[in-house]
């Protein structure tokens, strides 16, 4: 009789007390998925172009910006065999530089591995990472070139100014654990914000009107290069590759951003994302077009020894 | 079945009374001891009281899911990544690298037992919320509740079947004895102690899985007793039992499920030692459950022992009864837990014989995020024909493979 008793007031609570007690630990409200370091964290591309892709006008034509993003030359700058090639010979002629000149052009071609390892005061070897290969075997981060996390998640301190020329770019910091700003031109309302960050595990998107900014580009078309002595002191330096002061002495500086032309406008309003997307107007396609036709012919031609991702 | 289910080599069975399946207080023969009413009072209660606190288990809608809207939601969100057909759009275009449990809704024997609910919750949450892939997105901050039910109500058409299988709403939270309806793809361990007397434990390796249909399960039971008898201890396999059940109807309009089971208790367990009954059994039954609108849920089964050599074990006829109530946290999308009562007669034809009657409050709760792997934990107690028969606690551990592997799911 007494375990009777004993037993039935037991499970009773157990009933009452355990649902109440977890109640607070649903699997829901933990459920944040991975953790990111506290440092700089660049998620690659293949988490942000399922939902930027199958993107149309009313006309039908295809402003996919994965699609379009993935066939520039911006997301095969680490892929570019001219750019491997000067890298290596830079490297075989100044030995004693070799460590220096992998940062500095590691920057703003494989900007997602150099810009983590910048905030993390580490170097970056570039050529341990060649083949690249196909994703998921190779290094994603290092075969994305500039990434979208990359541009993105650039803050507007410094745009413009030599501060954040030669890629020196600010990124944004969690402004909690795994919450990081990623930032667009448009508004963004809550709902696609936890789409976002659920799905990223790490990137709430934000408004950011410097993304339309010429000084965000400006930041990697500014290149000073530093003549190195033999002992890696910096002599003095030059202007190597100059199209943003270029664009700032010209006629256009009034007119027209960088943007405006390597990333035109559409005409109408239209979704920037495929997932529920809101129309929006002045969307600008991610095609980066500019006049390296020659870069994307060799893309083209030899896909296999380039792990070319684009779509032919 | 075998398990513990059936009548145990720790159990001795009623002397005197009929039986007495029309209500319990008609076993003629059969004394309740006054803390029966009590713990019976108290589960009820309980069962009513939780009902109050938590949400219901099933999804109600407050209004039917309209199937054209969830058209409509589907090809403005999902279809990026689950493709105009629901398999999958092109991986050209999704790019990411998909995971193992890329979900394929035209796959009814993969879509056709997860309840609307599992799915409702990686909608709301997104995938890591079931142990799921964090690529999935939580959508409860742009879709309403609504435009949820619509999309799932839509999504359910991928799957074109024609074999009417039943629905995972009706595959309702396992017993820790009384079998229930719904053809499962389980690993279950299950393991009963005494909880006075003499030490001694069985403990089940339970293997059911679906084969050649959905509708069809085959079961293995293997058994292993560990007891102290007389200062010495001693193990043993009992009677292996192989079953197979066939759901013959279900309906989710009525929350009904009904299945038919044929089993065969093999010989195997040394019935000198208490092991086993010492002649092959055959053990039919029917099993029927319920499923009512408040996520309260009935489970009854009735079947018999028919040993071959009537000598050496007597045939009886078991009378099962579950009743329990699902509930969750956030709106039934959270950990489940399912408090129960099963209400447990057998009943030897022998003249003379009364029924036994045991009674045995219960709990299953989740116990992974993808809730594919659950506890059990309850007391069964005598209360009737007590003399020689010790009250058991009993757990189970439940693995249900079809959701992924056991270490998988978890976080």
Redesign the interface.
């Given at each position: 009789m007494r375990l009777r008793w004993g037993s039935a007031v037991v499970l009773g609570l157990a009933v009452i007390a355990l649902p109440a007690t977890l109640r607070g630990q649903s699997q829901t409200e933990n459920a944040k998925g991975d953790k990111t370091p506290p440092g700089t964290v660049f998620r690659t591309s293949e988490r942000c172009v399922a939902c930027h892709n199958g993107l149309k006008t009313s006309s039908g034509e295809d402003i996919s910006i994965g699609f379009e993003w993935s066939a520039s030359i911006m997301a095969n700058a680490s892929r570019d065999p001219y750019w491997q090639g000067s890298v290596r010979r830079e490297s075989m002629d100044h030995p004693e530089s070799k460590q220096a000149i992998e940062d500095e052009c590691s920057i703003c071609h494989m900007p997602a591995v150099r810009l983590a390892d910048r905030d993390a005061g580490r170097h970056t070897q570039v050529f341990s990472r060649f083949p690249l290969q196909k994703f998921p075997n190779g290094d994603r981060a290092a075969a994305d070139g500039v990434t979208c996390s990359v541009c993105h998640q650039i803050e507007k301190t410094g745009l413009g100014t030599d501060t954040t020329f030669v890629g020196n770019v600010v990124i944004a910091k969690p402004v909690q654990n795994d919450l990081r700003p990623e930032y667009g031109p448009f508004d963004i309302d809550k709902g696609h914000q936890t789409v976002m960050h659920s799905s990223t595990a790490t990137y709430f998107p934000a408004r950011g009107d410097h993304m339309r900014d010429a000084g965000l580009c400006g930041s990697c078309h500014t290149l000073y290069t530093s003549a190195l002595g033999p002992k890696g002191e910096k002599l003095a330096k030059f202007p190597e590759q100059m199209p943003f002061q270029e664009w700032q002495h010209s006629d256009y500086a009034t007119k027209q951003t960088c943007q405006d032309c390597h990333m035109p406008v559409v005409n109408e309003a239209v979704a920037v994302t495929a997932v529920y997307g809101p129309p929006r107007e002045g969307m600008h396609r991610h095609v980066f077009v500019g006049s390296n036709f020659v870069m994307e012919g060799m893309l083209q031609d030899h896909r296999d020894e380039l792990a070319t991702e684009a779509q032919p | 079945m075998g398990r513990q289910g059936s009548r145990g080599w720790w159990q001795s069975c009623g002397t005197e009374g009929g039986l007495a399946l029309s209500g319990i207080r008609e076993s003629r023969g059969c004394r309740f001891?006054?803390?029966?009413l009590?713990?019976l009072i108290?589960?009820l209660?309980?069962?009513l009281?939780?009902h109050l606190?938590?949400f219901a288990q099933t999804l109600h809608y407050a209004k039917r899911p309209n199937v054209r809207n969830g058209e409509k939601v589907y090809k403005?969100?999902c279809?990026?990544?689950h493709g105009s057909e629901g398999k999958g759009?092109p991986a050209?275009?999704?790019?990411?690298?998909r995971p193992d449990t890329w979900p394929d809704f035209t796959d009814c024997a993969g879509t056709t037992p997860e309840p609307n609910g599992n799915w409702k919750?990686v909608i709301?949450?997104?995938g890591?919320?079931?142990g799921l892939s964090?690529?999935?997105?939580?959508?409860?901050?742009?879709?309403t509740d609504e435009e949820i039910n619509d999309v799932i109500a839509y999504m359910r058409g991928f799957c074109k079947n024609v074999h009417h299988d039943p629905l995972g709403e009706l595959n309702l939270p396992r017993a820790l004895v009384t079998e229930k309806a719904f053809p499962e793809n389980e690993i279950v361990i299950s393991t009963a102690a005494s909880?006075?007397g003499a030490p001694a434990w069985t403990t089940d390796v339970i293997d059911e899985r679906t084969i050649i249909d959905a509708r069809t399960q085959l079961e293995t039971d293997v058994p292993v007793n560990y007891a102290d008898q007389a200062h010495n201890w001693t193990a043993g396999f009992g009677d292996i039992t192989l079953a197979l059940k066939r759901e013959m109807f279900s309906s989710l309009r009525t929350g009904s499920i009904l299945s038919l089971q044929g089993g065969i208790l093999l010989p195997t367990g040394d019935n000198k030692r208490g092991f086993g009954a010492g002649t092959t059994q055959f053990e039919p039954f029917a099993a029927f459950d319920q499923l009512f609108k408040t996520n309260t849920f009935l489970q009854t089964q009735l079947g018999a022992d028919l040993p071959v050599d009537t000598s050496v074990a007597p045939r009886s006829m078991f009378w099962r009864v579950a009743v329990g109530q699902a509930?969750?946290?956030?709106h039934m999308?959270?950990?489940l837990?399912s408090?129960m009562v099963e209400f447990l007669a057998v009943r030897d034809f022998k003249p003379g014989t009364s029924t036994d009657w045991d009674v045995l409050?219960?709990?299953q709760?989740t116990v992974s995020?993808r809730q594919h792997v659950r506890v059990g934990f309850?007391?069964r107690?005598p209360?009737t024909n007590t003399a020689g028969r010790t009250?058991q606690v009993l757990f189970y551990l439940l693995w249900d493979r079809a959701d992924g592997k056991l270490w998988n799911g978890w976080r």
């Open positions: - | 001891p006054a803390g029966f009590t713990t108290v589960c209660v309980v069962l009281s939780c606190l938590l403005g969100g279809i990026a990544c759009a050209t275009s999704t790019v990411f690298l919750a709301v949450h997104g890591p919320s079931r964090q690529i999935m997105p939580a959508f409860g901050d742009l879709l909880a006075s509930m969750a946290p956030d999308l959270g950990r837990f408090p409050p219960e709990m709760i995020r309850g007391v107690e209360f009250p």
